[in-house]
Nanobody, 115 residues
């Protein structure tokens, strides 16, 4: 079993910044990332990073968000800059472990961008 725990959400004004953190327990994790879900909408990919350092971003966040990781600590970060009201959502961290068919998800952390 892998436990995933996010932290770092909150309320920020438009144009501001937030940094989310996520730590996953266990070994063999080869990819971690972030999804987000706004009220009434589906859960969408934000960014992912592999244990080799390859990254992927949604077009809506490219140039504003940066994902990074500390593999030794099974920790991933999401630096969010130039935040917009449309970035408001619950942000979920996930991790995949070699040999498992399903991803492991955190409980989510709320990010609200509002003046």
């Amino acid at each position: 079993q892998v436990h995933v725990v996010e932290s770092g959400g909150g309320l920020v004004q438009p144009g501001g910044s937030l940094r989310l953190s996520c730590v996953a327990s266990g070994s063999g994790i080869y990819i971690m990332g972030w999804y987000r879900q706004a009220p009434g909408k589906q859960r969408d990919l934000v960014a992912t990073i592999t244990d080799g350092g390859s990254t992927k971003y949604a077009d809506t966040v490219k140039g504003r968000f940066t994902i990074s990781s500390d593999n030794a600590k099974n920790t991933v970060y999401l630096q969010m800059n130039s935040l917009k009201p449309e970035d408001t959502a619950v942000y979920y961290c996930y991790a995949r472990r070699a040999g498992d068919t399903s991803a492991y998800w955190g409980q989510g952390t709320q990010v609200t961008v509002s003046s």
